[in-house]
């Protein structure tokens, strides 16, 4: 690899971290705003509490870990996309 191709990779990868932070953020809260707003209750702080019945805890579980990935394969690929978008026109890729 050449030097500038490291760079090119290093770049990538501190944006696509930086990415993945904001975009897991913002996912999380969109979810618990949407289960306050759906269920009328607060999102479960602790799944495994005896507290919260198992239909709700599982519930919640499937909805933020679908919800979560789903988020970050679309931040992920369009990052990516727009990423050698970027190094077609700066003449980095042939």
């Known amino acids: 690899m050449t030097e500038k191709s490291d760079r ?3 770049a990538w990868r501190v944006i696509g971290a930086l990415i ?8 999380r809260k969109a979810i618990e705003y ?3 707003k759906v269920t009328g209750k607060k999102p479960p702080a602790d799944l495994d509490s ?3 019945g ?5 519930g919640y579980a499937v909805l933020m870990g679908v919800g979560m990935e789903v988020t ?4 992920t690929r369009t990052a990516a996309k ?10 980095g890729l042939s």
């Open 8 to 10: 090119q990779d290093l």
């Open 20 to 27: 993945g932070l904001g975009t897991t953020f913002v996912a």
């Open 34 to 36: 949407g289960w306050e």
């Open 50 to 52: 005896p507290e919260i």
């Open 54 to 58: 198992m239909a709700e805890a599982i």
């Open 72 to 75: 970050r394969i679309v931040a």
């Open 82 to 91: 727009r990423w050698q978008s970027y190094k077609r026109k700066a003449g």
